[in-house]
């Protein structure tokens, strides 16, 4: 038997990698996506030889993850429960997707995961390798072995001698990728209580920030940045840009109380820089070149998408055809946008655009009777007051 698991170094997927060994009797592939997670990318493959892996896969998925995944997520603006924008989320179809392709090649009968039976993780990773390989067998250790926790890992791995770092114990878990770092369990878990001091890494605290704004500019096409400060970049590139950047000044902060899917609630922390900036531009050039019926009608339809993203149905039917749908209104979705970063926020001064529906001749309080008679407007308010009308003369006959 064959399985790759998907391994990031730590003393979680150390210790499932020699249980899967001796409770399947399985060879294991080590399968590490790098999605931007940061240093432990580097060691993972010599740790997986180490601790008993046949092979071992480093695989940069940095440029795949924000053009294929983070982009057209953006480009829906999509945000779960009004807060959220879903950067562990987005990030578990991408390495389902690679752990199926690898375990194609090397003919690999299953896929495991480190991710806990409470979570989210487990249903994201697991939708999206039956989406895309429907034979597939999935392992979640979390799921069927007797280890309770950390210390039970700790004397697992020192009976089996794996080696584990000495590392000091963090009082929170975090998960980190290109767009951004979640934190959340140990003393976060007490929501009266506030983020240790500290914690976060990819933004300085906004009480700390400079005391001077910073300007920059981002162009737009068809719904995606493509340059900041007219210096093209890759998709990547740009975010990681944008993510020193803002994270400079605080910006992008957010400790929510989120519903999973499993159905309990949840609290997270997270911090997502440069997501929070293009998130902030994208609007911005959407309110220039969107027609108002179809930025209405797509808006009806961002909790919808976020909904699906977020529990994991990335590779589904309906994800798919509404990403169709998405894309779409993203066709002139063209320009420049101004923003200011200070202290934590992102503030837009100024956006323009070729294609723009703005017309500074309809809009202005100066004489415009060429472009527009607002005269027409005393019909068009009669004509919608109608209903109301009625409405109040009836109730009034009726001695209200």
Request: proline share 4%; glycine share 8%.
């Amino acid at each position: 038997m064959k399985v790759v698991l998907a391994y990031s170094g730590g003393l979680d997927t150390s210790v499932i990698l020699r249980w899967i060994k001796e409770t399947y009797d399985a060879e294991v592939i080590a399968y590490t996506a790098d999605v931007g997670q940061g240093d432990e990318v580097a060691e993972a493959k010599a740790k997986a030889i180490a601790t008993g892996a046949e092979v071992a896969v480093v695989e940069d998925l940095t440029e795949e993850f924000v053009a294929d995944y983070v982009f057209p997520m953006l480009r829906a603006n999509a945000i779960y429960e009004g807060t959220y924008l879903l950067g562990t989320s987005i990030a578990r179809p991408t390495i389902a997707k690679g752990m199926v392709e690898v375990a194609e090649k090397y003919g690999a009968d299953a896929i495991a995961h480190g991710a806990t039976g409470k979570g989210n993780d487990q249903v994201r990773f697991e939708l999206a390798a039956y989406a895309l390989k429907p034979d597939i067998r999935v392992i979640a250790p979390w799921r069927e072995w007797d280890l309770r926790g950390r210390a039970d890992c700790i004397a697992y791995a020192e009976r089996h001698d794996i080696p584990v770092p000495v590392t000091p114990e963090k009082p929170y878990s975090m998960d980190a990728n290109m767009l951004h770092i979640s934190y959340e369990g140990g003393v976060l878990e007490d929501p009266w209580n506030a983020p240790p001091k500290g914690m976060f890494k990819m933004t300085v605290d906004p009480e700390d920030a400079p005391d001077a704004a910073e300007e920059l500019t981002i162009h737009y096409e068809k719904g995606d940045p493509v340059s900041v400060d007219g210096v093209a970049m890759s998709p990547a590139e740009l975010l990681a840009h944008l993510n020193e950047r803002a994270g400079r000044h605080g910006v992008g902060r957010i400790d929510i109380v989120e519903n999973r899917f499993v159905g309990m609630k949840s609290r997270g922390v997270y911090e997502t820089p440069g997501g929070t900036v293009l998130h902030a531009a994208h609007r911005a050039v959407e309110s220039l070149t969107l027609d108002r019926e179809v930025m209405h009608l797509r808006d009806e339809l961002i909790p919808r998408y976020a909904e699906m993203v977020y529990n994991g149905f990335w590779f589904a039917p309906e994800r798919e055809a509404l990403q169709a749908f998405m894309d779409t209104t993203q066709a002139d979705v063209n320009g420049e946008v101004r923003l200011k970063l200070y202290k934590g926020s992102v503030q837009v001064l100024g956006r323009r655009s070729d294609l723009r529906l703005y017309d500074e001749k309809t809009v202005t309080f100066e004489d415009d009777d060429e472009v527009y008679d607002q005269a027409d407007a005393a019909g068009f308010i009669r004509l919608n007051a109608l209903r109301l009308r009625r409405m109040a003369e009836a109730r009034i006959g009726e001695g209200e």
